[in-house]
């Protein structure tokens, strides 16, 4: 089964960037689709972005759009989420996730079979 380490949280203000990225270990990162998810204390974990398994083809929550970009080098088994005019409403443990196949358009969690331990995200206003 699939490894997955996210690195790049931390804490910035609010209209501030941040660069998520997830390293994958196993065989099956170059032909599935990844995402990103995240989970705010007291709330339900929510879709944010998820990419193909070329990166052809991306997919954004509403709250999202405009501000994140979603992105991935096979050759180095990482996707990645810069995140760009951060609110303090985007504060979450923001997870990365590899989907059972290579294109994922919904804001489901179901197709999404590993996961990783996630990083904080902390946005002060």
């Known amino acids: 089964q699939v490894q997955l380490v996210e690195t790049g949280g931390g804490l910035v203000q609010a209209g501030g960037s941040l660069r998520l990225s997830c390293a994958a270990s196993?065989?099956?990162?170059?032909?599935?689709?990844m995402g990103w998810f995240r989970q705010a204390p007291g709330k339900e974990r929510e879709f944010v972005a998820s990419?193909?398994?070329?990166?052809?083809?991306?997919y954004y929550a509403d709250s999202v759009k405009g501000r994140f970009t979603i992105s991935r080098d096979n050759s180095k088994n990482s996707v990645y989420l810069q995140m760009n005019s951060l609110k303090p409403e985007d504060a979450a443990v923001y997870y990365c996730a590899e989907g059972s196949y290579g294109y994922i358009t919904t804001v489901s969690a179901d197709p999404y079979e590993s996961w990783g331990q996630g990083t904080q995200v902390t946005v002060s206003s």
């Open positions: 990419i193909s398994w070329n990166g052809g083809t991306t």
């Open positions: 196993g065989r099956t990162f170059s032909t599935h689709a």
